[in-house]
C-alpha cells in the first residue's frame, strides 16, 4: 500500500499538483485502500495496476495538473533568476583578488588623487601614494 | 465471429460510469470505497481499477457533487461525496437518456430481419 502512495505521490509531484491536493487525494486514498485491504482487495487491484497512470488521471480529472508549458516556463524563470546570482558568486571573489578591479575601483584615489594601486610579487597589495 | 473481449462490460460501463455513481449518493452520501462497494453489489464488480477516482474528480469539479470530511477511526479522515443540486438535476436527465439510449440499443440487438418483398 505505501509503495503505491509513493508513486501516486511522486507522478502528482512530477505533475505540478499543489501540496494541498496532493496531502488531500493522499488521505483519501490511503482511508479507501485500507478499507479494500480489509476486504482481501490490493493497493494495485485498485489503482487498476498502473499506480503512475491513475495519480495522472485523477490528478487531470480535478484540474490539479499544469500545462507543461506551464511548468516549462516556471523552470526556465527559476533558472534566469539564478544566473546574476550565480554570476555574482563567481565574479566577485576573482574580482576582489584581482589587480585590475583594484586599479579600477582604487579606493584610495578620492583621498590621494594620482595615486595606484598595484599587486607585489608576493602578492599583497601595495599603494603607490603621491608625495 | 470474434468472441466479444471480457473487458466489454468495463467500457460501457466507463460511459455511464458517472451517472451511476450519482446514482449511487442520490440518497445517501459515500466515500469512494464504499461506492465500488455499493456498484459491485448491484453486478458492476468491475470498477475495482481505480476509474471511480478520475470520475469523482471530474463530477466534484463540474459541481454535481460536493464533498465534506469525517473523522475516521484510525486512520486519515474519510472523504464522503454527496449530490448537489444540480447533480440531481443531471442524474434525472441522464436516465431518460439512459433509457432512450437503451431501447435504441435494444431495438438493433434484437431485431428480426425483415421479410424480403418481391
Known amino acids: 500500500m505505501d509503495d503505491v502512495l509513493r508513486r501516486c505521490r511522486k507522478t502528482w509531484r512530477r505533475l505540478g499538483v499543489s501540496t494541498d491536493a496532493t496531502a488531500s487525494m493522499t488521505d483519501e486514498l490511503r482511508g479507501d485502500l485500507q478499507s479494500a485491504r480489509a476486504d482481501g482487495i490490493t493497493a494495485m487491484t485498485m489503482v487498476g495496476g498502473d499506480p503512475d497512470g491513475f495519480a495522472r488521471s485523477w490528478a487531470a480529472s480535478r484540474g490539479l495538473v499544469r500545462p507543461k508549458w506551464q511548468i516549462a516556463s516556471t523552470t526556465l524563470v527559476a533558472a534566469l533568476a539564478m544566473v546574476p546570482g550565480a554570476a555574482m558568486m563567481l565574479v566577485v571573489p576573482l574580482a576582489v583578488t584581482s589587480s585590475w578591479f583594484i586599479e579600477i575601483f582604487d579606493p584610495t584615489r578620492a583621498y590621494y588623487p594620482g595615486s595606484r594601486a598595484g599587486r607585489g610579487t608576493s602578492g599583497t597589495t601595495y599603494w603607490d601614494l603621491p608625495m | ?118
Open chain 2, 1 to 118: 465471429m470474434t468472441p466479444i473481449p471480457a473487458q466489454s462490460s468495463s467500457q460501457w460501463l466507463r460511459g455511464v460510469l458517472d451517472l451511476c455513481l450519482l446514482a449511487v449518493v442520490e440518497y445517501e452520501p459515500a466515500y469512494g470505497y464504499e461506492m465500488t462497494t455499493r456498484l459491485a453489489e448491484a453486478g458492476l464488480a468491475v470498477v475495482a481499477d481505480g476509474s471511480i477516482y478520475p470520475a469523482l474528480g471530474r463530477l466534484e469539479r463540474d459541481g454535481l457533487v460536493t464533498s465534506f470530511r469525517v473523522p475516521s477511526e484510525g486512520g486519515p479522515p474519510r472523504k464522503y461525496y454527496e449530490i448537489s443540486t444540480p447533480g440531481r438535476k443531471a442524474l434525472e436527465r441522464g436516465r431518460l437518456n439512459w433509457a432512450e439510449f437503451a431501447t435504441g440499443v435494444a431495438g438493433v440487438l434484437h431485431s428480426k430481419p425483415a421479410s424480403k418483398k418481391r
